[in-house]
Nanobody
């Protein structure tokens, strides 16, 4: 089992920055892929960034490319999401997710591909 705990959410003005963290514990050596998803009420969860843990290859949704950066510190078992140039369209509950298997272009941003989830951290952006 893997436990994930997000932190770092909050309120920021448009154009500002936030860094989210996700601390992983438990059987972390089993993790192959990690990702950040976001969800607003009434909408499906959207994958925004993913990383292959061993190869450290990163992937981004078009909506955040160039503004968000996913990274990891394996020594600390922590995943990060640096969010810059936040827009009024970005507010959401952000979730950290982990999967023990390899993912590909057609499934790395599908929430059903991940079996471990954190409780979420809220991000709000004021204009």
């Amino acid at each position: 089992q893997v436990q994930l705990v997000e932190s770092g959410g909050g309120s920021v003005q448009a154009g500002g920055s936030l860094r989210l963290s996700c601390a992983a514990s438990g059987y972390t050596s089993s993790i192959n892929y990690m990702a950040w998803f976001r969800q607003v009420p009434g909408k499906e969860r959207e994958g925004v960034a993913a990383i292959s843990r061993a190869e450290r290859i990163t992937y981004y949704a078009d909506s955040v490319k160039g503004r968000f950066t996913i990274s990891q510190d394996n020594a600390k078992n922590t995943l990060y999401l640096q969010m810059n140039s936040l827009k009024p369209a970005d507010p959401a509950m952000f979730y950290c997710a982990a999967a023990p298997w390899k993912l590909y272009r057609n499934n790395r941003f599908r929430d059903g591909s991940y079996n471990y989830w954190g409780q979420g951290t809220q991000v709000t952006v004021s204009s």
